[in-house]
Every structure is written in structure tokens, then in C-alpha cells.
């Protein structure tokens, strides 16, 4: 019977490499010079630091401009809300979604069974969830279902097997 699972990964390293390059370009940007403004990447979270809300949102933009460059799927961010630092300052924490989490499963699974097609069946294993049919058609005709509807979160498609 032919399978593929349904995935939500992020290429750490290209995050990586877009916030590294989004800082480089806050410093030399003369509307960002001396204002304090910085990006602060941790391992599940990014840290957006500005002296007002307006600064704080081209931060945003900026960083959002270097993960598309990269090919990093702005789903894969999820904006906190933005809160007062000291001195007038303004922070916002940016977290960043991988995996498929068990509101995401049960929403792809419900995706699927609306479709109706016979013998597909789907199971969430983890982070991830399987779908399994009999055609390989219908598993084609899940993965477009799947790619149009917005989930919320980057949707990768792999292990494919007959």
C-alpha cells in the first residue's frame, strides 16, 4: 500500500544565516544607526529588541525579507505579543514552529477525511502524520488538498513509497 508521511520541518542553518544577515544589514541601515535596535536568535526563538513600535515592525520586516530570501516559510514564525522593555524600548519574541503539533495532526487528519476518498486513512506518529490509500492517485489528490488549504504552519511532503 502506498504511504507518505506529512512533515513540518525548518532548516535551522538558513535561519541561521537570515538573522546573521538581517543583523548586519540593522547595522549598517542609517534609520537603524544608534537606536539600539537588535536581533537576538536562541535556539527555539528569536528576540526582536527597538526603541519604539514602529522601528520594532521594520526589525520585523527586515528579518522577514533575509528567511524569505532563504527560502524559510514565514508560517514557521509565530509573533508574541509586544512588550514594554526599559527605557521606552519595545520587545517582541518570535517563535519559531517545527514539527507537527497533535491541534495541527488532528486538523490535517480532519483535511483528509472531509476529502472521502476510499481507502485513505491517516495517522499522526509523533510530529508527524502517515497517510496511507491504496491508489496512488488519492494520496496525489491529499498532498494538493493538503498544499492549498492554510494549516498554519510550512507542510512538507517526503517518504513517499509504493
Known amino acids: 500500500m502506498p504511504t507518505f508521511d506529512?512533515?513540518?520541518e525548518l532548516d535551522f542553518q538558513e535561519v541561521r544565516n537570515a538573522v546573521d544577515q538581517a543583523v548586519r544589514e540593522v547595522a549598517t541601515r542609517f534609520d537603524f544607526k544608534d537606536t539600539g535596535a537588535s536581533i537576538d536568535l536562541r535556539p527555539t526563538e528569536i528576540e526582536?529588541?527597538?526603541?519604539?513600535e514602529d522601528r520594532l515592525r521594520a526589525l520585523a520586516q527586515v528579518l522577514e525579507e533575509k528567511l524569505v530570501k532563504r527560502n524559510v516559510s514565514l508560517r514557521a514564525l509565530d509573533y508574541g505579543k509586544v512588550e514594554q522593555a526599559s527605557r521606552?524600548?519595545?520587545?517582541?519574541?518570535?517563535t519559531l514552529q517545527a514539527g507537527i503539533s497533535q491541534d495541527h495532526a488532528k486538523t490535517i487528519n480532519k483535511t483528509?477525511?472531509?476529502?472521502?476518498?476510499?481507502g485513505v486513512?491517516?495517522?499522526a506518529q509523533g510530529e508527524q502524520v502517515r497517510v496511507t490509500g491504496k491508489k496512488r492517485d488519492d494520496?496525489?489528490?491529499?498532498?494538493?488538498?493538503?498544499?492549498?488549504k492554510d494549516i498554519?504552519?510550512?507542510?512538507?511532503?517526503?517518504?513517499?513509497?509504493e
Open 152 to 161: 498554519g504552519i510550512p507542510l512538507q511532503f517526503g517518504n513517499f513509497r
Open 121 to 123: 486513512t491517516s495517522q
Open 112 to 118: 483528509i477525511k472531509d476529502l472521502g476518498l476510499k
Open 48 to 52: 526582536l529588541n527597538a526603541p519604539s
Open 88 to 94: 521606552g524600548a519595545v520587545r517582541q519574541v518570535v
Open 6 to 8: 506529512v512533515t513540518s
Open 139 to 148: 494520496l496525489q489528490a491529499v498532498i494538493t488538498e493538503l498544499k492549498q
